[in-house]
């Protein structure tokens, strides 16, 4: 019924805005009697085989929602309901910020993918704090965390360790995400030096209460061998709780949309069908030269059961939507844990 009465009327409008319509109208169905308990009946599946414990958290099944859908926390408590066993919040901010101009996400519906140059647009820190006091606890909860557009790169650090702070006591994991290519001045994060200094920062923190939560790591799927050793080499030398593979590409390789088209939209970050062999590559890379010493998270391109155990296969602890859930819709995340019961 998505794919083919819902998404091509969803798909006729601007996505961003067809976005935040959605949000809505998730919200004010769920506020009718009994809508949480069908959707519940319709996409939830509960099964022990389905568990998951990593770095101290259960999780009740695999597949979560990456951050970027619901980046102010409006909107998890109802998103639970549609059986994802995590959901990741944000990429949060120290203060709120527009992000980019508009128009700044496109489909490429030829190659099932998305691009987007959000910028970190997000309502701030106090609002998402606001939001996460609201929590009943369904699932998991990660908040994904980065720094301010405008702020020096002297005080990225500060940023990252103000949202760290405030955000401890509502979120059950945290992403440092420092790999994103939609925000200006980024040549820093990727620099090994300073991440080491974050990490280290973030992880003092970390100490000063009295539940100390996990910390991973986003990293891109454009990473050549060289740079997946450099994080191997990262993780274990400040002892990471994990990391996630992979955020959205650069890369414009190999897509069925038009050059014309791809340069009228311009630059930002590719995601959905279109990345999932470079995100499967680099989870298997990190995942066999390490020799599992870490979990990792896997995200990129899932948009079918099998595309789910691809990951799981290649070596990913859990797994995250995002792209597909647009494409394929709800029933995707049954879809999926429904086969992982089966090779279980």
């Not at 990490?199 to 939560?213: D, G, P, R, Y």
């Not at 791809?262 to 298997?284: A, D, F, M, Y």
């Not at 691809?310 to 647009?326: H, M, N, P, S, V």
Request: hydrophobic content about 35%; proline content about 4%; glycine content about 10%.
């Amino acid at each position: 019924m998505y794919k083919t009465l819902i998404r091509p009327i969803l798909f006729r409008f601007d996505p961003e805005r067809i976005h935040y319509f959605t949000f809505s109208l998730i919200r004010n169905l769920s506020k009718i009697p009994g809508v949480k308990a069908l959707f519940r009946s319709l996409y939830l599946v509960e099964d022990k085989r389905l568990e998951r414990e990593l770095f101290g958290l259960k999780f009740k099944n695999p597949v979560g929602l990456a951050a970027g859908f619901d980046k102010n926390a409006v909107l998890y408590n109802e998103l639970a309901n549609f059986g994802f066993g995590f959901i990741e919040i944000g990429t949060i901010t120290p203060k709120g910020q527009e992000g980019n101009p508009k128009q700044r996400l496109f489909r490429l519906k030829e190659d099932q993918g998305i691009i987007n140059r959000m910028g970190f647009n997000n309502e701030g820190l106090e609002a998402a704090i606001v939001q996460l006091k609201k929590n009943k606890g369904q699932l998991a909860i990660g908040g994904n965390i980065g720094k301010n557009t405008q702020t020096k790169p002297e005080d990225y650090t500060k940023d990252y360790l103000e949202c760290f702070n405030a955000l401890h006591p509502y979120v059950d994991y945290f992403v440092l995400n420092v790999s994103c290519p939609n925000v200006g001045s980024h040549a820093k994060l990727n620099d090994k030096d300073y991440l080491l200094e974050l990490i280290e920062a973030v992880q003092k923190a970390n100490k000063t209460f009295e539940k100390q939560k996990p910390i991973l790591l986003k990293i891109a799927p454009d990473l050549n061998d060289g740079q997946l050793d450099e994080i191997i080499e990262l993780v274990q030398e400040t002892n990471l709780d994990g990391v996630i593979a992979s955020n959205t590409s650069t890369d414009r390789e190999g897509l069925k949309t038009s050059e014309k088209r791809l340069e009228e939209i311009g630059n930002g970050g590719l995601s959905g069908q279109p990345i999932k062999t470079k995100s499967t590559r680099v989870i298997k890379y990190l995942a066999e030269k390490s020799g599992k010493a870490f979990p990792i998270i896997g995200v990129g391109g899932i948009h079918s059961a099998e595309d789910a155990l691809e990951k799981l296969d290649a070596g990913a602890d859990l797994i995250q939507i995002y792209t597909g859930f647009i494409y394929e819709g709800p029933s995707l995340i049954k879809n999926i844990n429904k086969e992982i019961m089966k090779k279980a």
